[in-house]
């Protein structure tokens, strides 16, 4: 059983803001990128630090809910709760609270696209960007909601990682397949990102995308063999950490951040800092909430305020915070009570 006493929800709630930082920039129409897209040459930004740490951290844990689940209905059980519950009432109020930005030329309830909006998105593959004439004035237009777009890749890792529960009781099986799963999906990120593009783009997926994330996910999976002592752990923390900063100095990160990155994040949020530790216990785990909600909150202040994008950030990263608060207490933590459902049919 995973201890509640680490750093995961402290680096999840920072993975989080990463992301809004970023998007600060992109929708309050600035014409160049974050602070850390210019520190590294465009290398990497904000928020490919926040999505990332997201699919290395879920791997880790996800891998491990696995092996320990008691079958297939009760693992994807558990994914559903976690993933649908907060998404349905975003897009709900989404779609209820539209008609205060709404300037389409039609009457809003006459609009198609209003009534597509939660269906379509819903189905996490076939994403619905906006309803025509919401947001159209903003800098940045035709989506109300952009972090929607890396569900659809999370849930496809759920599904790549329940296709090991048949030889979960396997040791040497199961570890032999997370480690060639990290392998190839190295290879193919790095060097054929395009494989097998038109089967993806079915599935309104991005082949290159697929390959990336599922790589920082399985480097999470792998992660879970690491049995090292604290010292061990230490030194990998401080080699990765060099070795990243040498390999953005270097413009040669891409090959180096599926190892180092992984690395740095599981073995710090194995940690048990004080304070940091206490987040979970404080806030709850917020960071979903926070991540599919201050999308929407900054677009809606770019809309009514025209902020510059420090002005956006200050304003929205506390919304989002008390936003993905009030989700996590009113919806996904009581969604969750519901985990073992399945579980106790498998007892009886």
């Given at each position: 059983?995973?201890?509640?006493?680490?750093?995961?929800?402290?680096?999840?709630?920072?993975?989080?803001?990463?992301?809004?930082?970023?998007?600060?920039?992109?929708?309050?129409?600035?014409?160049?990128?974050?602070?850390?897209?210019?520190?590294?040459?465009?290398?990497?930004?904000?928020?490919?630090?926040?999505?990332?740490?997201?699919?290395?951290?879920?791997?880790?844990?996800?891998?491990?809910?696995?092996?320990?689940?008691?079958?297939?209905?009760?693992?994807?059980?558990?994914?559903?709760?976690?993933?649908?519950?907060?998404?349905?009432?975003?897009?709900?109020?989404?779609?209820?609270?539209?008609?205060?930005?709404?300037?389409?030329?039609?009457?809003?309830?006459?609009?198609?696209?209003?009534?597509?909006?939660?269906?379509?998105?819903?189905?996490?593959?076939?994403?619905?960007?906006?309803?025509?004439?919401?947001?159209?004035?903003?800098?940045?237009?035709?989506?109300i909601n952009g972090s929607l777009w890396?569900?659809?890749?999370?849930?496809?890792?759920?599904?790549?990682?329940?296709?090991?529960?048949?030889?979960?009781?396997?040791?040497?099986?199961?570890?032999?397949?997370?480690?060639?799963?990290?392998?190839?999906?190295?290879?193919?990120?790095?060097?054929?990102?395009?494989?097998?593009?038109?089967?993806?783009?079915?599935?309104?997926?991005?082949?290159?995308?697929?390959?990336?994330?599922?790589?920082?996910?399985?480097?999470?999976?792998?992660?879970?063999?690491?049995?090292?002592?604290?010292?061990?752990?230490?030194?990998?923390?401080?080699?990765?950490?060099?070795?990243?900063?040498?390999?953005?100095?270097?413009?040669?990160?891409?090959?180096?951040?599926?190892?180092?990155?992984?690395?740095?994040?599981?073995?710090l949020g194995k940690r048990s800092t004080?304070?940091?530790?206490?987040?979970?216990?404080?806030?709850?785990?917020?960071?979903?909430?926070?991540?599919?909600?201050?999308?929407?909150?900054?677009?809606?202040?770019?809309?009514?305020?025209?902020?510059?994008t420090a002005l956006l950030l200050i304003?929205?990263?506390?919304?989002?915070?008390?936003?993905?608060?009030?989700?996590?207490?009113?919806?996904?933590?009581?969604?969750?009570?519901?985990?073992?459902?399945?579980?106790?049919?498998?007892?009886?």
């Open positions: 059983m995973i201890s509640r006493i680490n750093n995961f929800d402290f680096l999840r709630l920072v993975f989080a803001s990463l992301v809004i930082i970023t998007h600060s920039y992109a929708l309050s129409g600035a014409t160049q990128g974050d602070p850390l897209a210019r520190l590294t040459n465009g290398q990497m930004e904000f928020s490919y630090l926040g999505v990332h740490g997201f699919f290395i951290i879920s791997g880790y844990l996800i891998f491990k809910s696995l092996l320990r689940c008691k079958g297939l209905p009760d693992y994807y059980w558990k994914r559903l709760l976690r993933l649908f519950p907060a998404l349905f009432v975003v897009l709900f109020l989404t779609v209820l609270l539209a008609p205060a930005v709404y300037e389409g030329s039609v009457p809003y309830l006459q609009n198609k696209s209003v009534y597509t909006y939660i269906p379509q998105n819903l189905t996490l593959f076939f994403r619905q960007k906006g309803i025509d004439g919401v947001f159209e004035s903003n800098p940045y237009k035709h989506s890396t569900i659809c890749y999370e849930f496809s890792m759920y599904v790549m990682v329940s296709l090991l529960f048949f030889i979960r009781k396997k040791a040497f099986l199961v570890k032999t397949a997370v480690i060639l799963l990290f392998i190839s999906s190295y290879i193919l990120s790095i060097f054929h990102p395009y494989f097998l593009y038109g089967l993806f783009l079915k599935m309104a997926l991005g082949s290159n995308h697929f390959y990336n994330l599922m790589c920082f996910f399985a480097g999470g999976m792998v992660l879970t063999y690491l049995n090292a002592s604290k010292r061990t752990e230490n030194t990998l923390i401080i080699t990765s950490f060099i070795v990243l900063i040498v390999s953005v100095y270097l413009n040669i990160s891409q090959y180096t951040c599926y190892i180092t990155l992984p690395l740095l994040v599981i073995l004080p304070y940091l530790n206490k987040v979970g216990s404080v806030l709850g785990d917020t960071s979903y909430g926070i991540y599919i909600y201050s999308f929407p909150i900054q677009q809606a202040l770019m809309y009514f305020f025209k902020l510059d304003l929205s990263l506390p919304l989002s915070i008390l936003l993905g608060y009030i989700s996590w207490h009113l919806i996904e933590k009581r969604a969750l009570s519901y985990k073992d459902l399945f579980a106790k049919k498998a007892i009886q």
